[in-house]
């Protein structure tokens, strides 16, 4: 049937409309988030693969609004880098994340390491380095208990200072690990080229593996690729016995999914240290 364009295009902008005003109210009531200290992070256990043991954790930023409803990255992420305001949360993430690390080495979560995404926008900062020196000592955290999550694109055809950079967080001590890896670019030369200690295979490949042979086949090549180039590897998103079954068997080092753990504070991560996750 012939549908009225002119209505339709109407309904369209009104939509569209809508949508940036409802982006612009995210974005104001984002400004004010990190003073009026709405901003907290979760904690998702890493779990070594042969002892199910916690080994890292990595950091998930949340944000309160004032109702009390609960703000996911996904939803407040993407507004965060285009308005810049990253800058400010993202610094806040890291050291708060070394803050609560540093703090946890003296009960059952000791030796736990934490990981935490960084933004492009963050990374690209001249100043990025001297923040990340900045929160280790001001945390008095170990920097191999720190990892850094960057994603593959940040390391294709890095700039010089940024070749820099990777090489000064690696000469701290520090980890880094590859965020996502397997939905980025193909080029792989920069795992040779830069000091990459992990790489984390995506969720979307894990998802499928027991049932599609070609999600289990890319899954194993990352995991030969990994181990051949003395990388640890970790599977994300992994939900069900049977993935974690087949992970194992394929020599993945750790997995992070809500099998092992979902997202939590401080205390429910002690609480899974203590009485194990799966078993
Ligand atoms: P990510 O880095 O890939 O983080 C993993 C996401 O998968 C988390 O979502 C986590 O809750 C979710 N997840 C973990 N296990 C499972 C599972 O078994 N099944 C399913 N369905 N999901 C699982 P979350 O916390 O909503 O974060 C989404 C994304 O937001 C993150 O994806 C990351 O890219 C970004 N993000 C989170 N915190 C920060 C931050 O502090 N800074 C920056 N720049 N980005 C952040
Ligand atoms: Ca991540
Ligand atoms: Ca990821
Ligand atoms: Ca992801």
Redesign the pocket.
């Known amino acids: 049937a012939k549908r009225n364009g002119r209505n339709d295009y109407h309904f369209y902008t009104a939509a569209m409309e809508a949508n940036a005003q409802k982006e612009f109210d995210l974005e104001n009531a984002l400004r004010f988030a990190l003073m009026r200290s709405e901003l907290f992070?979760?904690f998702?256990p890493r779990v070594d693969t042969s002892s199910r043991k916690i080994i890292a954790t990595?950091?998930?930023?949340?944000w309160r609004r004032p109702d009390g409803e609960v703000c996911?990255?996904?939803v407040f992420?993407p507004i965060?880098?285009t308005s810049g305001l990253?800058l400010g949360?993202?610094n806040w993430?890291?050291k708060e994340?070394c803050r609560a690390c540093k703090a946890w080495q003296h009960g059952p979560l000791k030796g736990v390491s934490v990981s935490?995404?960084?933004?492009q926008?963050?990374f690209v900062r001249d100043n990025f380095l001297s923040f990340v020196m900045e929160s280790l000592r001001e945390t008095g955290l170990p920097p191999h208990l720190l990892e850094l999550?960057l994603?593959e694109s940040m390391l294709m055809e890095p700039s010089e200072s940024i070749q820099q950079r990777i090489a000064g967080l690696s000469a701290l001590g520090v980890k880094l690990s590859i965020?996502?890896f397997g939905t980025g670019f193909s080029s792989l030369a920069y795992l040779r080229r830069f000091a990459i200690d992990t790489l984390?295979i995506?969720?979307s490949f894990?998802?499928h593996m027991t049932d599609d042979p070609e999600d289990a086949s890319v899954i194993h090549a990352i995991i030969a690729l990994a181990i051949s180039l003395g990388k640890r590897v970790v599977a994300?998103?992994?939900?069900t016995v049977q993935q974690a079954t087949q992970l194992a068997a394929l020599g993945c080092h750790e997995m992070?999914?809500?099998?092992?753990g979902?997202?939590g504070d401080v205390g429910q991560l002690a609480q899974l240290a203590r009485h194990g996750t799966k078993s």
Do not use: C, F, Y
């Open positions: 992070l979760e998702q990595e950091a998930l930023m949340r996911l990255p996904d992420i965060a880098e990253i949360m993202g993430v890291l994340a935490v995404n960084i933004s926008v963050q999550e994603t965020d996502d984390k995506d969720r894990v998802m994300e998103g992994v939900e992070q999914g809500h099998w092992l979902r997202p």
